[in-house]
């Protein structure tokens, strides 16, 4: 069943990215033995840098669940989540990750994000795109109001 939900990711890889619509890019959310969040690389076709293919597929099973957690949910992607879809399968709480390709096997495609890993590693102040702290008092405020909201919903 695991090798199923793997091609799916693939097939729809291949798909989109022969129809011009992305990188060769896809992935699948399967719960309880069904695919319920399908996505692709869409990053060109969308003009949207965050539309990776794990992005879209916990998006569209997170619409389909109503829900923002996906912790009794797997993850199917045709190659190994960059940085940026490895926090939102941490953010998303999913159970288990499945990837075909690796990050050097996209390397070989001219897909390299260690960049990213090396920058994050750095303290703000010495990363490549410039950042600078303003205003924080006013934001603390607004993280003190939260604090004690009483219907607040954690996550």
Not at 109 to 138: S, T, V
Request: hydrophobic share 40%; proline share 5%.
């Amino acid at each position: 069943m695991k090798s199923e939900f793997m091609r799916a990711a693939i097939r729809l890889s291949r798909k989109k990215m022969r129809r011009g619509e992305g990188g060769p890019f896809g992935a699948v959310v399967v719960r309880g033995g069904k695919i319920i969040g399908r996505g692709w690389n869409r990053v060109t076709s969308a003009n949207d840098p965050t539309a990776h293919a794990e992005i879209m597929a916990i998006r569209e099973a997170c619409a389909k669940l109503k829900t923002f957690r996906l912790d009794d949910c797997e993850l199917y992607a045709s190659c190994e989540p960059c940085p940026m879809c490895l926090a939102a399968i941490y953010w998303a709480r999913l159970k288990k990750v499945y990837y075909a390709g690796t990050r050097r096997d996209a390397v070989q495609i001219q897909f390299d994000d260690e960049w990213i890993g090396r920058e994050l590693a750095k303290p703000a102040a010495r990363r490549k795109i410039p950042m600078k702290q303003l205003l924080r008092p006013e934001a603390i405020k607004v993280f003190a109001e939260w604090k004690n909201k009483p219907d607040k919903i954690c996550y």
